[in-house]
């Protein structure tokens, strides 16, 4: 790599969403570190910290070489060169990855049939800036942390435009969870909820990654929560986040508990099962109920992607309760998603929202760590395993913190 000088001082740029402010983070209160302007930028058109991260060579990550929903048969390790990033890019150094019910639609090419094997597996990362372009550096620099929402985070070292990216203030997995899983709920919920005061909530899988949050933000907007579960334990996670009523469909039945307990219908659901818990979601809807569809995860492993759904009479039961149906995918919502996220990180940094975090720590293979792991943590979250949003440790943290 070609040589450059540094020297001055300069000060942090504001951050790409708007949490920093001139002076101090806006989410720490921690003053900002001391920052060096590239004064001699003749050599190269980016920089990368050999000494202080020991970027290696080569590096391991997950590429899709088939289009398959089986994610072990789509899925292979392997080993590339370290990328080198482009003028107004960033190389992040991941540590932690999060795991979604969506690998298995994008390892079977759902999203964007044009794209085809081989292509980068993994949607959401976090980790630390060893290299940016020179455009890059006006708002980055090395050591910095970063998130970032798009593919290649199952991979040691991914290159991500520095325009995608989120500062945040540390490489803490908790941050990760409010990428996908948190947005999603966050502006489902307010874009195509309607929330009021004392209206009744209904979350499926409300333990799991994105359930958790539509549980706490149905909650602070002054609902009665319903939350389906498939274990006591998570139940207890679910009242431990304010969840009213959590129902355990494995000891209970869930369709009479709804008929018996709430005999005037439910008048939002946020949902992500699909097949027959989707068509007892449009049952138990209460006149002009709302039902949100984020996900029908309970198809996704099947060829089609699609689970059964008993749907000729859905327009006369919709009509009769002046109800709706609305489905949600967050890329269609980035122009919320800014305002979404800085909203989370303040709840968090304030002690107001809860973003649990399953590592498989319990599992008996033990914790999810190294890309190897990914494939065990993928079929830990289609088992029904996880509570709260499962992620991988990709890489340990540094030993050394150095600056250049």
């Given amino acids: 790599m070609s040589g450059w000088l540094l020297a001055g001082s300069g000060r942090r740029a504001a951050s790409a969403v708007g949490w920093g402010r001139r002076g101090t983070d806006a989410l720490s209160g921690v003053h900002p570190v001391t920052r060096r302007f590239i004064i001699d930028m003749s050599y190269s058109a980016h920089f990368m910290d050999f000494k202080g991260s020991s970027i290696p060579s080569s590096m391991k ?12 048969e789509a899925v292979s390790l392997q080993t590339a060169a370290v990328p080198t990033p482009g003028d107004a890019e960033l190389l992040v150094r991941n540590r932690f990855a999060g795991i979604n019910a969506s690998e298995i639609n ?4 759902r999203y964007d049939p044009s794209v085809k094997p081989p ?6 990362g976090i980790g630390e800036v060893v290299g940016l372009g020179l455009t890059a550096s006006s708002q980055y620099t090395i050591g910095d942390t ?3 929402f798009g593919r290649g985070s199952f991979a040691e070292y991914t ?16 941050l990760l969870t409010l990428l996908v899983s948190g947005a999603t709920a966050y502006i489902a919920l307010k874009r195509l909820g309607d929330l009021a005061k004392g209206e009744t909530v209904l979350v499926t899988a409300a333990s799991g990654g994105t359930g958790q949050f539509a549980v706490q933000f149905a909650k602070q907007a002054g ?8 274990s006591n334990e998570k139940a207890g996670f679910l009242k431990s986040i304010g969840c009213d009523r959590p129902i355990n469909y494995t000891t209970e039945d869930l369709a009479k508990t709804l008929k018996t307990e709430y005999p005037q219908g439910i008048d939002v659901v946020y949902e992500s099962v699909g097949g027959r818990v989707l068509e007892l979601a449009v049952n138990s809807l209460a006149n002009k109920g709302r039902l949100i569809v984020i996900g029908v995860i309970s198809g996704y492993q099947t060829e089609s992607g699609i689970p059964p759904f008993q749907g000729a009479t859905l327009p006369v039961k919709l009509l009769m309760k002046s109800a709706s ?3 949600f995918f967050l890329p269609h919502f980035r122009s919320d998603y800014r305002e979404a996220l800085s909203s989370m990180m303040q709840m968090l940094a304030n002690g107001k929202l809860v973003c649990e975090v399953d590592c498989g720590d319990m599992e008996q293979e033990g914790r999810f760590e190294g890309l190897e792991s990914v494939f065990r943590a993928v079929d830990y979250l289609y088992a029904g395993k996880n509570v709260g949003k499962v992620v991988v440790e990709v890489t340990p943290p540094t030993v050394s913190s150095s600056k250049l």
């Fill in 223 to 230: 609902c009665h929560v319903i939350g389906t579960c498939s």
């Fill in 61 to 72: 990550k997950l590429v899709v070489t088939k289009l398959s929903p089986n994610y072990r």
């Fill in 106 to 109: 994008h390892s079977a090419g």
């Fill in 146 to 148: 970063v998130a970032y």
């Fill in 119 to 124: 292509f980068d597996a993994g949607l959401e």
């Fill in 159 to 174: 290159v991500v435009p520095a325009k995608e990216c989120v500062p945040v203030p540390s490489v803490k997995p908790e």
């Fill in 325 to 327: 149906m609305r489905g």
